[in-house]
């Protein structure tokens, strides 16, 4: 199954803003508001940090923010700290009782 | 504390078999839908198959389907994996993982560290 389409890389400095998109197809992303996204450091299981497009898991940080516009999903991460520099991934349930990842966004914290 | 753990990785030869546990411990085990979800070395997650809360509805990704099997022991606790035909590019972490919301989701809340399966002659 093709995965959903993330760009490769992102980097900005702490405190600054960063958006990474996940773009899908209408019988994915677009079709189902069942997006969700994680964080993973290097050798850790991934960690969910967003939900159902853009619900924060509860006493997860604020800084998180998830959204969606048609085929489209985004995180944004506001104010960047050292410690979020990971990587990112999208996942969404899709058409036929499939589940599916995006590629994953490396963020780099300068 | 919820916690997952799996075990049974290991190294195996293509074409062989192997069979992966998960064990979990800190919730009501029966009342969740649970999925494998593995990763090869550098590359991102790649969900493998899920089972609902009471083990009735099971459904794989195209690249296992036909050659792994999803189950649970309820009773025991216990997700399993058994996986058949083996090739290198099954060669992963491969993590058990618990779905908050129902089979059909991608709401995977706890996960398990992750066993090593290496797939190689």
């Known amino acids: 199954q093709s995965a959903l389409a993330q760009p490769a890389s992102v980097s900005a400095s702490p405190g600054q803003s960063i958006t990474i998109s996940c773009t899908g197809t209408?019988?994915?992303?677009?079709?189902?508001?069942?997006v969700s996204w994680y964080q993973q450091h290097p050798g850790k299981a991934p960690k969910l940090i967003i939900y159902?497009?853009?619900t924060r898991p509860s006493g997860d940080s604020n800084r998180f923010f998830g959204s969606k516009s048609g085929n489209t999903a985004s995180l944004t991460i506001s104010g960047l700290r050292p410690e979020d520099e990971a990587d990112y991934y999208c996942?969404?349930?899709?058409?036929?009782?499939?589940?599916?990842f995006g590629g994953g966004t490396k963020l780099t914290v300068l | 504390q919820v916690h997952l753990a799996e075990s049974g990785g290991g190294v195996v030869q293509p074409g062989r078999s192997l069979r992966l546990s998960c064990t979990s411990y800190?919730?009501?085990?029966?009342?969740?839908?649970l999925h494998w979800v593995r990763q090869a070395p550098g590359k991102g997650p790649d969900w493998v198959a899920g089972?609902?809360?009471?083990?009735?509805?099971?459904y794989y990704g195209d690249s296992v389907r036909g050659r792994f099997t999803i189950s649970r022991d309820n009773s025991k606790k216990t997700l399993s994996l058994q996986m058949n035909s083996l090739r290198p590019d099954d060669t992963a972490v491969y993590y058990c993982?618990?779905?908050?919301?129902?089979?059909?989701?991608?709401?995977?809340?706890?996960w398990g560290q992750g066993t090593l399966v290496t797939v190689s002659s």
């Open positions: 209408s019988g994915d992303v677009g079709g189902y508001n069942d």
């Open positions: 089972i609902s809360y009471d083990g009735s509805i099971k």
């Open positions: 996942s969404s349930y899709r058409t036929g009782d499939t589940l599916v």
């Open positions: 800190g919730f009501t085990f029966s009342q969740y839908a």
């Open positions: 159902a497009v853009d």
């Open positions: 993982a618990r779905d908050a919301a129902g089979y059909r989701s991608s709401r995977w809340d706890y």
